[in-house]
């Protein structure tokens, strides 16, 4: 890139383009080269360089620390889109993940936004559960699910802290989940998912919203997922036929 | 969901995540059923309705208006996550897709960080293409692409305004596309970023970094996407096995 075309802010922004590529390809190893290093490997000025830095520190991808320089925020947790797979079920190789309850209960009279969407009779009960997900005892994702009463009910013996709510139905049901339609969104914190989990207001998450159904198609697993996207990213594979 | 249970700020989000995946299954034409209705259906009081349709609005899902009520907002277009598509490929089924070229040109020494990312010789030169993105004449994206220089090269001569990139490129190659390895963050919207695609600072976006190969496994094509996150959203339906 030449720093003769378009307005700093441009460049700044194409520099920060290659260089998140580039710490995502793990070219780097906990420290990044200095900005007159990194500038020559990414043809551009200090300043450029440095207003990429700062737009990557904003996105949660490196820290910078006056005497040591940048540094690549611990790498960001993968999730998978080619299978259906529990966040814990992959977040495992990332470091320890821990639950925290916050609700596991019986809800007598579902509403009907929720016995619609998991195909109940109309004021059916449903199982809810909420929890707050850690990875490395620092909070990742704050899940809340809405299960159907034969497959939710059992769970609520299980030790819910500890497992995957998939892994969990699969056992506890003797069946084999199917497949989920999932939809991502990005947002930023509203005030209360901020201090739950510990970001500032209006940081970067995703919504993930995922329908998991049974192998025979049944829907049975309604849960919205809010995942801080300053330790989380998607990652996919795609095939172009 | 009854309301004795949790604070008022747990219940507003659960009552949000349950009317967005309900908007989001298409359960509402244009205008949202009064707060009374919502919350019958929600099994939420009207105070707790209104507060989750604040932070629908704050999403980007809905638009509240004095006098008319509660609107859904333009359905988010979809990009999939099954296979390899331009994004324009798809966003066709949402509106007309325009393309403004902001940049498209042969940078003779291409920084080392792009270089090594394509595989190319040190000081090779590379084809830089930057396009903002429209839908139905209102931003979408900003993405910023590097291409092998024999790739990139007979593109320059091609109406990149009105065409994807992917399509261009199997057509002027003759060569079909493999697969591509993508990342995607979740970010919040930088001042220049903002400016450009016309929404406030510290709006969430998507960032789509994507390698693209050629059937024979060779990196051709590596860009960055962003993409306004109130317009769009990601959808995948994942198999267990």
Same mark, same amino acid.
């Not at 919203?209 to 996919?236: H, I, K, N, Y």
């Given at each position: ?9 441009? !460049? ?9 590529? +580039? ?9 990044? /080269? ?15 360089? @440095? ?5 990557? !520190?904003?996105?949660?991808? &490196?820290? =910078? ?30 470091? %320890?993940? %821990? ?5 596991? +209960? ?10 619609? !969407?998991?195909?109940?009779? #109309? ?9 707050? $997900? ?19 009910? /059992? ?25 989920? #339609?999932? %939809? ?8 209360? %998912?901020?201090?739950?989990?510990? &970001?500032? #207001? ?7 919203? =995922?329908?998991? $159904? ?12 809010? &995942? $801080? ?5 998607? @990652? ?6």
């Amino acid at each position: 890139m030449e720093d003769r075309d378009g307005s700093r802010a441009d !460049r700044a922004r194409r520099v920060a383009d290659v260089l998140r590529q +580039r710490i995502v390809d793990g070219a780097y190893e906990e420290v990044l /080269p200095d900005e007159r290093t990194l500038g020559r490997s990414l043809g551009a000025t200090r300043n450029v360089v @440095r207003e990429a830095l700062n737009m990557l !520190r904003d996105e949660g991808v &490196v820290t =910078r620390r006056r005497g040591i320089g940048t540094l690549v925020t611990g790498q960001k947790a993968g999730h998978g889109l080619a299978r259906l797979v529990g966040l814990a079920e992959e977040l495992t190789a990332y470091g %320890t993940v %821990t639950n925290e309850v916050r609700e596991a +209960r019986v809800v007598p009279h579902a509403p009907p936004a929720i016995t619609q !969407r998991l195909g109940l009779p #109309e004021r059916s009960e449903a199982v809810y559960i909420e929890r707050l $997900r850690s990875l490395d005892a620092e909070p990742l994702s704050l899940d809340s699910t809405w299960l159907a009463p034969d497959i939710g009910r /059992p769970l609520l013996d299980r030790h819910l802290a500890g497992r995957d709510l998939f892994a969990l139905i699969e056992e506890t049901s003797g069946t084999r989940l199917g497949s989920a #339609e999932v %939809t991502v969104h990005a947002v930023t914190a509203d005030p209360d %998912t901020a201090r739950l989990l510990d &970001v500032a #207001e209006g940081a970067a998450l995703f919504t993930i919203d =995922r329908l998991t $159904r049974l192998a025979d198609g049944r829907p049975v697993d309604a849960e919205s997922l809010r &995942v $801080r996207a300053d330790r989380f990213a998607l @990652r996919a594979v795609l095939p172009r036929d």
